[in-house]
């Protein structure tokens, strides 16, 4: 190799050209080092960086799911702090209270409990049957007796409604809401 060197090496002194490209060919291989240590570098730090994204992609779902948990958690608390579970002395007095909500839509609504006493103990919920003739104005009373039902201490869930409608009148295209069945389950401890 020394005597290749020597015998290559008078040449390349007395040649600019020869001078010029091998100046080239050393600048050309240092640059492409200089460039495989930074892609190498550069794709080392991408990895990392990735590596970084995916970890901060699962913290961030992890707290997305604990934050919807708590979430929940908060709501359940809230509203049962605001409802309770009725007392079984209080099934026949919620037939009152039903009474009374509903009053303003039609005083003579039939409200009676369809469950019967062993089934009361056994299942731990009342259902009602409230059968309401309708007024023209009812509508809007109605709407404020659910209301008021929804916001009450009690655990109350609607199971069945069922509306029925006069037919419209000729000439005109609203029918009117004649009667409406509700049927509610108040849950007991």
């Known amino acids: 190799m020394k005597n290749w060197l020597g015998k290559i090496g008078p040449i390349i002194k007395k040649s600019r050209l020869l001078r010029v490209l091998v100046l080239l060919c050393i600048v050309f291989a240092l640059f492409s080092a200089v460039l495989f240590i ?18 901060n992609d699962l913290s961030f779902a ?3 799911k604990m934050a919807k948990e ?6 359940q608390q809230s509203l049962f702090e605001k409802k309770s579970f009725s007392s079984y002395d209080e099934v026949i007095p919620f037939i009152a209270y039903l009474e009374k909500l509903f009053s303003a839509i039609d005083p003579e609504a039939q409200i009676t409990i369809k469950s019967q006493e062993g089934q009361i103990f056994l299942d731990h919920f009342a259902d009602y049957n ?3 003739k309708m007024k023209p ?3 809007d009373w109605l709407y404020k007796a659910l209301d008021q039902l929804y916001g009450s201490r009690f655990i109350v869930k609607p199971m069945s409604f069922t509306m029925y409608y006069n037919p419209p009148a000729s000439g005109t295209g ?7 069945i ?5 849950y007991i401890k």
């Open 130 to 132: 409230v059968d309401l």
């Open 137 to 139: 104005e009812g509508r």
């Open 174 to 180: 609203n029918s009117e809401l004649q009667e409406i």
């Open 182 to 186: 509700l049927v509610l389950r108040l």
């Open 62 to 64: 992890n707290l997305q």
């Open 38 to 55: 930074m892609g190498f570098s550069a794709k080392r730090d991408e990895a990392k960086i990735r590596s970084e994204i995916q970890a």
């Open 70 to 75: 708590e979430e929940k958690k908060v709501i």
